[in-house]
């Protein structure tokens, strides 16, 4: 049985990630040229079809971390091939989530509010593959797969340690909206619960029949341990990162204002149970 054809692309708008990519195909050819192994004996030996090997060795894909592995063994090079997981664990994913993931891997604090869907930072897999999958224009399966893995990538920080203090409102609505199915939001309400156990994380949820609302727009501000920040709202300068204090206190007194209006972390646990009682 065939594995699973790689699912990432590669970034063309990402030089330094296509060229770590470009690097690790052509290293991978050389070596199995150097064991004599044509491409397609080597393509059965690790479960892919021939022109994916062709692809992959030409830095027009990137290989999954268990291909690596694989190829490590049919190719018997003691650890060789599988370490070059490590230089593509820094380009596989695309570069805005690379970005992203490590100014949160930087950060002692976030502040994370999103009117729309469960913050990235919460999302199970099966709920962010659901909402790739509703995007228009559509992304194709290996792109939905692709930011599916960056996406679920980044929730690594939080069980970092030391972990950031996590500050996290979710709108009910969200909550009781089933992108994908009812079988997903099940799974994202418990894991909302599992991490709302964790001692660095507060979790709010704002409900429905709030007459005051400060939100109503993306937001989140992450601190750093040099005592600098970068906040970002889709409600001001377009949605671009801001490092200048007037803008921080301005969405930072958001973020109050939202949580004030928000139930506590107490109370969200308990409507939480209340919503999955009724999924």
């Not at 290989?63 to 370490?83: H, N, T």
């Not at 139930?263 to 999955?276: M, S, Y």
Request: aromatic share 6%; hydrophobic share 40%.
């Amino acid at each position: 049985m065939q594995m699973r054809e790689p699912t990432w692309e590669v970034d063309q708008d990402d030089d330094r990630g296509a060229a770590v990519i470009t690097t690790v195909g052509r290293q991978l050819r050389l070596r199995r040229e150097a064991a004599g192994i044509r491409a397609a004996e080597f393509a059965v030996a690790v479960g892919y079809g021939e022109d994916m090997i062709y692809k992959i060795e030409g830095g027009k894909r990137v290989p999954r971390p268990e291909f690596l592995d694989k190829a490590d063994e049919v190719l018997r090079a003691d650890g060789l091939v599988s370490a070059m997981k490590e230089d593509l664990a820094k380009v596989r994913h695309p570069r805005r989530e690379r970005a992203l993931a490590k100014l949160e891997a930087q950060s002692v604090e976030m502040q994370l509010y999103d009117p729309l869907a469960v913050p990235g930072l919460l999302q199970t897999p099966e709920y962010a593959r659901g909402l790739f999958l509703m995007r228009r224009p559509v992304y194709t399966p290996d792109e939905v797969d692709w930011y599916t893995a960056a996406r679920v990538a980044r929730a690594a920080v939080i069980g970092r340690s030391p972990a950031p203090e996590l500050s996290f409102v979710v709108e009910e609505c969200v909550l009781r909206r089933p992108l994908g199915g009812r079988d997903v939001l099940r799974r994202q309400l418990e894991h909302l619960l599992q991490v709302a156990e964790l001692r660095h994380v507060e979790l709010q949820m704002m409900p429905l029949d709030r007459v005051e609302h400060v939100g109503l727009s993306s937001l989140e501000v992450i601190k750093f341990e040099d005592g600098t920040a970068i906040g970002r709202s889709s409600a001001v300068c377009g949605g671009r990162p801001m490092s200048d204090l007037r803008s921080l206190r301005l969405l930072e007194l958001r973020y109050g204002i939202l949580r004030t209006q928000a139930l506590t972390p107490g109370e969200t646990g308990g409507a939480i149970r209340d919503l999955l009682r009724s999924t």
